[in-house]
Antibody, heavy 118, light 108 residues
Framework: QVQLQESGPGLVKPSQTLSLTCSVS??????????WSWIRQYPGKALEWIGYIYYSGNTYYNPSLKSRVTISVDTSKSQFSLKLSSVTAADTAVYYC??????????WGQGTLVTVSS | DIQMTQSPSSLSASVGDRVTLTCRASQSIYSYLNWYQQKPGKAPNLLIYGASNLQSGVPSRFSGSGSGTDFTLTISSLRPEDSATYFCQQSYTTPPLTFGGGTKVEIK
């Protein structure tokens, strides 16, 4: 059974870049069948899809975040990563990495809280 | 983008009650509707996919129905462990993946 684990700083200063990594275990990240997602959840509980990547490197981003987001994959390390630039307090959220297929989200990491504050 | 609206935003019910949650899409999504359960402090968990298909391991008291724009998640006999927030998500037009705002189910 696949397991996903987020890692990265829990506190980021305004205007800086948020960087998170998701480590995948229990299954290969190099599968045509799945995409690897980042999703965030605001303190008020709403969920927002950030984007996803296939192991081939093809990416798809939420249009509302596209100018600030980069998702990359490192198959040799079985990891994929998120970079979100020019963060503000509005980017404070729990960030989840996840695996999905056919438009749904099948497996989630435990989530990591990122606070944007000086 | 397709917008997803859930109602009610919260409800309180007793153990053993039949509970129905509603999700509405801003346009037809046929049966491309998924439901997730999120318990406090945990990540969401896939409950139902394709509007009515139970994910492996999900108790049979959960069921989903609907097509087009209107969908329901029903808990036939509410259990204490069902206290959670439930989210719907459309998978008809992706990306982007879009979620409803959630319904919080509390036990009286």
């Amino acid at each position: 059974q696949v397991q996903l684990q987020e890692s990265g700083p829990g506190l980021v200063k305004p205007s800086q870049t948020l960087s998170l990594t998701c480590s995948v275990s229990g299954d290969s990240i190099s599968s045509d069948n799945y995409y690897w997602s980042w999703i965030r959840q605001y303190p008020g509980k709403a969920l927002e899809w950030i984007g996803y990547i296939y192991y081939s490197g093809n990416t798809y981003y939420n249009p509302s975040l596209k100018s600030r987001v980069t998702i990359s994959v490192d198959t040799s390390k079985s990891q994929f990563s998120l970079k979100l630039s020019s963060v503000t307090a509005a980017d404070t959220a729990v960030y989840y990495c996840a695996r999905g297929y056919s438009g749904l989200v099948q497996s989630w990491g435990q989530g990591t809280l990122v606070t944007v504050s000086s | 983008d397709i917008q997803m609206t859930q109602s009610p935003s919260s409800l309180s019910a007793s153990v053993g009650d039949r509970v129905t949650l509603t999700c509405r899409a801003s346009q037809s999504i046929y049966s491309y509707l998924n439901w997730y359960q999120q318990k406090p402090g945990k990540a969401p968990n896939l409950l139902i996919y394709g509007a009515s298909n139970l994910q492996s391991g999900v108790p049979s008291r959960f069921s989903g129905s609907g097509s087009g724009t209107d969908f329901t998640l029903t808990i036939s006999s509410l259990r204490p462990e069902d206290s959670a927030t439930y989210f719907c998500q459309q998978s008809y037009t992706t990306p982007p993946l879009t979620f409803g705002g959630g319904t919080k189910v509390e036990i009286k």
